[in-house]
Each structure stands twice: as C-alpha cells, then as structure tokens.
C-alpha cells in the first residue's frame, strides 16, 4: 500500500502528551501489523538539543546513530520497538542549516530564498524522506509547540500543502486541552473550539480531535465540540489522566483511536490489535504489591524529565520483576558524609546517574565510597561509571588525587581523560562519541551473565574515557575492567566481582530499554536489588 502520513498538531497548551499520544497511535497499528514510524519536528532554531541544558529540555536522547535528539524519540521506542534515527527528529535550527547551505552552494540558482517556498520545503522533504526510504506504511508526524506559536507557522504551511498533495493518504489529528473549572464545576469547551480555529485560519482542518482532560467528558459536551469544530462524532476522542503512560495505548483503542484513523484512511478494520504482550506487562504493572526502593544520584534530580530514560527503564524492569518501582531522588550536591548513611541506608539499590560537569560530583563520590563499603547494589552509567573508577582510585588505590581531566585538566592522575582524538575539537555539537558502538563482554563477567551474550552493541553519549595506562593497577586492586570496545580497546565496563552488584557502564543501556524487550543490566540490577532487599528482613 502506499505510505499514509499522520499529522499530530497540538493546541491550547503545551506538554498536553502529543508524544504519548503519537507513540500509542503507532503502538496500536503495530499492533495490527503496519510498518509504523514516527518522527518529531521541533521548531527551536538549535540544530539538537545536545547543548540544551536539561533544565531547558529536560532529557537528551540519543539514537543508534548517533543522533542528539528528543526525549520523545525515547518514547517513540518504548513504544513501538523501533529504532528511531537521525531523520526521526528535524528541529527548525537543521531546516534552517540545510536551506542555507544549499543557498550557499548555489542550488537555488540565485533565486531570492524565502519562508514560501525555500524552507516550506525543505520541511515537506524531511517529512518524506521516511516513507521514500523506510518502506512504512505509516508516518506519524509529531509537530512540536502549540498553534498559534510564531515558530510554528513555517511547518503548519507544510502541513498545510501536503494535505493537498497527499490527498487521500494524509490526515491530521490535533490535540487540545478540555479544561475543568471547579468552581463552576464545568468542563470548557472554548479553548479548543479556539485551538481548532487557529488551525483552520492557516488552511488545516483536523480529521481528528483527542480531547485532554482530567475528567471524563458526557457525550453531550463530545457532540457539541465535533458540532462547532466540524470533526465528524466518531472522530472526537477523549484521553483522561491515566495512572500510567503505558495505559494510554488501550486507553486510546477504547475510545476508537486507531479505528478513527483506519477508517479515514479508508484501510479495512480487520478484528482487535493484538497487544497481548503488553496486556501482559500492565497485568503485572497493576498485581505489583511489594516495592522495590532504588535511589538515584544526580544533580538534576528536581527536573522531572532529566533522567526520563531511566525512569523508565527501571519501572520496566521493577515491573517484570513484580515489584513497584519507589524511586527516591537524591541531589548529588547536597549529598555529603554527614547525611549519606542516612540518605542510603533504607535503599535497595543505587543508581549513580550521567552527566557533565563538577557540580554535584564530590556527592556522588562519597554516595560510591558509602555503597562499596556497604556492598549495596549499585549502577553507574556514564559519568556515573567514571566516577566509580575516580572513587575506587582515590580510596582503594591510594589516588588522593586522582581525577578526570575534565574535572582538572592538571590532575597528577588522570585515571579518566579525553580520547586523543577528541584534544583538538572545539564545536560543543561534534566532541563526543555518539550512538551505538559494539562491545565485547568478558566471559564469565557478571555483565555478560545479564545480557546472556559476550558481543553487545549500546549507545554512548560521552567525551571523556577510562585511561588505559592505569587498567592494570585497577585490575590487580579488584576492579575489573569486563568490557572493552573491539576496535579501540577502550573500556566500556567494569565491575567489582566480590561485590553483590557493583557494575559501571560507559554506555547507556537505558536509550535501548522497551516496554516489551527490557535493558537486560536493569533487569539484572533490579534482581540484584531484589535479592539484597530479602537479605534485610
């Protein structure tokens, strides 16, 4: 069949979910046996968030190929199982970029270059370009912002002339906001009879509505916004507060998202998706009784999407062990000798969380000392496996001063340095190692136990590595270094075996942790933490 393409617009306000929704949209065709992606376009002029700070954007997420993007593509992955890459995420900051370097290069032919149609279409190629190449029937297209924003405009022209040049295999679903007033007691319609508005004036009539609201909508009130914002009855969905994000999919079948969808893209409705298996992750999400309590360490522990991918991958894997995941935030940089025992002690386990920067890292040192000493179980990931090697360093090897060159570049013991090849590069957008890179896991290692594997590939997002002039003193102390990049012989691993669950990783397994195939290390590190949990009874 020809490729179909989705439009998800939103309005009234942000952070309504238009992720969630597009990611429980294409849930739900997979589940009914389409080649789904999605694809998210952001109308900041940055060319990625990678130099965002998170408390601008929250969580940077990172593709296979390398790609800085938004913590929406993560969703789109927990989601569907897919693997999102570069064309998966085009922000205005790239359209802009690639517009001008074409002008540059004389392709326009000396032509005055315009919003119309220099950069429309651009956007119109982007939107495209995964259908053309990616052999999908389905592109859910996510446009970030609200209608109305003047960032917006350009995309909402594109989307506005790809509806006629798609015909029939185009439709847009925007989301709005039904807000309650408690002290009427009434649910208001207005602000999305306002939103829908605002679309039509640039040319968009949406095919469908899904309604956010905290309460559920009498069918009465449903009539009168498909009435005033001429969307047919069938095709106005409600989306009320869920529990849990991964609810919204079956939520959305309930209410006859997917079929909406199917019928105005005239595609049969063949019996019921099949969404056995993730029924079966929200049965044990809901019979869950006994809790699981893992702290996290890290400087932005205030920001709720800092550490969404990790968030996450732990309630996965809290989930598949039967447990309710009780994670408990603890700020790196309040953190000291004097509160750690008290901050630590009730946990059953510990994640020492990435990052960049000196802020906050002394806390996470003395978090590791109190951890190995306690032998609790613990997870660094990135800068949080770097710090291990810089705690164990200082007080196993007698390192007083030992350091990471990015912390003090003049450190005598620079157990953590920059890769060589990263000394003489500048630009913040192109210093690190980015994406997936294969990794050998030692045989018998507690890591390669978890994956059930030796060759491994994860995602990195990092400057900074393990130095190798000091593995041997590291090896021969007990600190083992159980995992190396075949190629380079850079250390992505390491772990102390003698300890319960003491483990360190360069890369980041929580990008790769879905909904139906969890990260294997979390799965193991929640055991660990299970098991350490029984201990104490």
Wanted: proline fraction near 4%; aromatic fraction near 8%; glycine fraction near 8%.
């Amino acid at each position: 069949m020809e490729t179909k393409y989705i439009f998800v617009t939103g309005g009234v306000v942000s952070s309504l979910g238009k992720g969630i929704i597009s990611s429980s949209l294409a849930c739900l065709l997979k589940a009914r046996g389409y080649r789904v992606t999605i694809q998210k376009f952001d109308p900041y002029i940055n060319i990625d968030p990678g130099t965002l700070n998170p408390y601008e954007h929250g969580e940077c997420y990172v593709t296979v190929d390398g790609h800085e993007a938004d913590l929406d593509l993560g969703h789109y992955e927990r989601f569907t199982n897919i693997r999102t890459t570069r064309a998966n995420n085009v922000t205005t900051g790239r359209i802009y970029q690639n517009v001008i370097d074409k002008e540059r290069r004389g392709d326009y032919l000396g032509k005055t270059v315009q919003i119309v149609p220099h950069i429309t279409d651009e956007i119109k190629r982007n939107v495209m370009l995964l259908g053309k190449t990616g052999n999908f029937d389905f592109v859910i297209t996510e446009i970030g912002g609200t209608v109305g924003d003047i960032e917006s405009r350009p995309f909402l022209e594109a989307v506005r002339q790809l509806r006629w040049e798609l015909e029939d295999n185009c439709l847009c679903i925007h989301l709005t906001y039904v807000p309650y007033i408690r002290a009427a007691k009434e649910l208001k319609t207005k602000p999305t009879q306002h939103s829908v508005n605002q679309l039509q004036q640039v040319g968009i009539q949406p095919d469908i509505l899904v309604l956010r609201t905290e309460h559920q909508i009498p069918a009465s009130t449903l009539k009168k916004i498909a009435q005033f914002c001429n969307v047919s009855p069938d095709a106005v969905v409600q989306s009320v507060d869920a529990p849990s994000i991964y609810k919204v999919p079956l939520m959305m079948h309930a209410q006859g998202l997917d079929q909406a969808v199917l019928r105005k893209m005239e595609l049969p409705i063949n019996g019921e998706p099949d969404l056995t298996s993730w029924q079966r992750f929200l049965d044990l999400m809901d019979s869950a009784e006994q809790k699981v309590t893992i702290g996290l360490v890290g400087k932005y522990v205030e920001l709720q999407d800092a550490y969404k991918s990790i968030n996450e991958a732990l309630f996965q894997a809290a989930t598949y062990c039967s447990r309710k995941l009780d994670l408990r935030y603890i700020h790196s940089e309040k953190l000291n000798s004097g509160n750690v025992d008290e901050l630590l002690s009730g946990l059953d386990g510990v994640i020492i969380a990435p990052g960049f920067g000196q802020r906050g890292i002394e806390g996470k040192f003395i978090a590791l000392e109190w951890c190995r000493t306690h032998d609790l179980p613990t997870f660094g990931i990135c800068l949080g496996m770097q710090c291990m090697v810089i705690e164990f360093a200082r007080n196993v090897l007698g390192l007083a001063d030992a350091n990471s060159t990015e912390m003090d570049p003049n450190t005598a013991h620079n157990v953590i340095d920059l890769m060589e090849d990263q000394k003489s590069i500048h630009n913040m957008g192109g210093t690190m190692r980015l994406g997936a890179y294969d990794c050998h896991l030692k045989e018998g290692s507690r890591v390669a136990q978890a994956y059930g594997a030796t060759e491994i590939s994860e995602r990195h997002r990092h400057r900074f590595e393990f130095n190798n002039d000091y593995r041997e003193r590291f090896e021969k102390a007990g600190m083992k270094c159980v995992g190396e990049n075949p190629d380079t012989k850079l250390v992505e691993v390491v772990e102390l075996p003698d300890h319960r669950w003491f483990i360190g990783t360069q890369y980041h397994p929580e990008y790769s942790s879905t909904v139906l195939s969890p990260s294997p290390l979390f799965l193991d590190f929640m055991k660990a933490s299970i098991q350490y949990q029984e201990t104490k009874k």
